[in-house]
């Protein structure tokens, strides 16, 4: 059947201007209180926040050195003295895993903070001026679109001698904005013709004002999509990398865990505490994130968030 | 002077037997009431033509007519009656038999919802087959005269949209709008988004169709020149509500309601003499929270605390149409006042 | 008005063409959109430029405004040659002159920037006034345009204003550059049939006021005459008629003006005549051939019709058009022996 209901246009607020609300007597910005009506972001809002918590307290939960061996000590399964039980040399997996945590958001937001600013940047910038600036990027873009991540990451982590976490940040960084920057440039191609980009360049602004001042403002959702989305990944990766010894050794971290449980072949003896623990804490960080970018991906489309 | 004057009824042409009947009717989008409280009717083979700006809820009255009203759209109260049926209380396979036979529609953004892959033949013959039983074979040939009726040549049944022009387009879906012969023609801003040689040459289209095949018309646009010149009669509406009813021609030269008034001041003419001409200040209410009272007070040259029993009135007592004349109503105190 | 009077914006012989198809698929074919289009706009005066959809009068306002760059032609901006210019400081200068309103008033505002900053910024761009009479000059913008108190509106967003309010926004941008040339792309097309008078009336009152050159650039003739002083009517990418608003919309020239307006729904004008139907697009061809483009449709075509494209010829004092019958040039004149002015009667 070919006939269409009329559909009518509304307008609606960007998300970022949506007045704070009161939400009993706090006073928050409305682009948090949207996210906190929405089930699936309140969801994952609860989980990272917990997380964010537990980081923030991880030095004070921690015994002194999380990494020192005490034999006497060794093999523990979970009791009230320690709460995730002890790796096979002894050490306090509890506090291993909430220092873990600490390490694992920082390195998280830091990669995605690293990638959405390029990805952003060059999109945006590919999107509006077009022309060869347009081509230079794309092939930039399609260049590291190429490059298979992981094995990447492995043949610098096995080349590398210092793997801090500067430089985990960095290779992470540099090797996942690709993906995203050619979304955001599409969603930019689709701003750009539209009337107030116009305006703005007959109203004499230059090129770099425009891409900072008037598009990237209007892509606010879309971006932070992509950090959240960069972030997760990141995290899964880092993870994957300490399990495999290729990652930073100088931080305790929830892979380097699941490395040392690995090795020491923990679970065979049936100790499945090293294993279960850092797992969880991954999981629950990443489960949180996915709901929270599906919560925003709700949020950002006016048309869903009407038919509420 | 006021005389107990009734409740004036919804007026027609002297001599048309009624075809479609809205009584009191009252829809709102969740909360918000769009159309509050209409009557309205439109006798069979007449062009009745339904004028107001953003908001007044004209095309709100032509979906709850069409019975297509989706949530959080609904009626909240009143009738809607086809030839004496309350619509109302229909239930779904007797209105899908309803929609497109008795009544059709043709919508302001008709030319996106002709399918850009499929051909303008199966288009029609998926619409017709969906209505009635009527094979494929001669569905098609009622599509090419269809076509053939709109002056639209008879091959391009085998074509697709993309090939046809915005008018022709338009065409096809009046074509479509006609093919199960209704009583009643809904055209919701159908020439819009045309060219104005365009537009015209529609326009006539429209006429002859309607004089040849005698269907009714009801006619929704913002334009009111163009109803002056096409329809029998003209309704305008204001923030859900009806202000003013009358024959086209009354309407014209002897409309009384301030907000018809504007709005006919608001078209400059290409004829008459070159005057500065004022329109109306001010914006449509917001429906959430509209003014009390007559609801266009807060916008209309007549009402200002100076007068201060008519302004008591203007601001807390909603107008009721009246007849001021055989076939002409309106809702307006001052106009009741003066008489 | 004396002619000696530089008119701050000039056009000759203006072209615009694009490649037919995109891409990969992209063709030796070229989209006429505009074709040798020459006028003036002079201070204190409207000038509408009228067409249909595809007639090309979108790209010339966009041409005006810099937002396209001409395929030939020359834009005279105060008597020098500006369209070849790169360097940013002369652009800015020009954008400082030439300002454009948008046909779409929501869209041509930010949805996620305030009033303020909408009219802060040609002020910090351009520089017109110190920093200690930003905020006064400000509140003088928005009750310029009729947006009083402008307290109300310096911090509300677009989302919140009326479709006329954010029109006079734009309006106000506008207006904060100082130019001298406002180039409207059908500014009230997409408003409520009573806001539309209100803006007009602005225009007019600008005009009168601040002394500025206006191109009006509509579909709708009656628009066109409520404000105009001259007119300008596109078909096909050409001016095929100029002259004062009212000689053209009274007393026509060219055939398409005529079809034009007998196809206008005026209430006043009486009972009407049919229009004759005849097909053909009012838009800019893909490589036009030689000869006149509205011949497909015309009633009054002769042979050297569709050979020869007609020029545009006075054939009134200050009333041109380009046609071959009713405004012939000299020679076409000798060869068919029509008379100068012919009204047009269908065949």
Redesign the interface.
Known sequence: ????????EQ????L??IAPRRRGRLRIPGWLSLLLSNPKSRFGLTLVGFMVFVALIAPWISVNNPTEFNLLAARQAPSWHHLFGTTDQGSDIFSQVALGTRRSLILGAAAALLATTLAATLGILAAYCGGVVDEIINFLTSVFLVIPTIPLLIVISGYLSNRGMLTMILVLGLTLWAFEARILRGQALSLRN???V?????????TWRIVFG?LM??M?SRIAAAFVLVFYIALLVDAGLEFLGLGDTSHVSWGMVLYWAQTNSTVLQGEWWPFLFPGLALVITVVGLVFLLAGIDEVSNPRLRQ?R | MTAAVQESQPSMELGRETLVELRGLRVAYGDVVAVDGVDLAIGAGEILGLAGESGCGKTTVANALMQILRPPAHVVDGAILFRGDDLTTKGLEELRRYRWRNVSMVFQSAMNALNPVMRVGDQFVDMMRAHERISKRAALDRAAELLDLVGIDRRRVRGYPHELSGGMRQRVIIAMALALQPELVIMDEPTTALDVVVQREILQQIRDLQSELGFAVLFITHDLSLLFEFAHRIAIMYAGELVEEAPAERLQHGARHPYTLGLISSFPSLTAPRERMTGIPGSPPDLAAPPAGCRFHPRCPHCSPADAPLYALQTSVRPVLRDVAPGHRVACHLVEQRG | MTSSIVAPIEVRGLTKHFAAGTGVLRSRSRVHAVDDVTFALRPGTITALVGESGSGKSTVARLLARLYDPTAGTVLFEGTDVSRERRRSDVLRYRAQVQMIFQDPFGSLNPVKTIRHHLLRPLRIHKTVPSERIDARLRELLETVGLIPPDKYLEKYPHQLSGGQRQRVAIARALAAEPSVLVADEPTSMLDVSIRIGILNLMLELKERERLAFLYVTHDLASARYVADTVLVMYAGQIVEQGPAEAVLQDPLHPYTQLLLASVPDPAAGVRERIEVRKGLASAAVDPPEGCRFVGRCPLRIDVCSELTPELVAARPGHSARCHVTAPSPAIREDNHVESTHSAVPD
């Not at chain 1, 059947?1 to 009518?8: D, G, K, N, T, W």
């Not at chain 1, 307008?11 to 960007?14: G, H, R, S, T």
């Not at chain 1, 305006?199 to 230059?206: I, Q, V, Y």
């Open positions: 059947m070919s006939q269409l209901q009329p559909i009518v307008e609606v607020a960007p970022s201007v539209r009337d107030f116009q305006a703005a360049k007959t109203a004499g602004e230059s008037e403002p209007n606010i038919s």
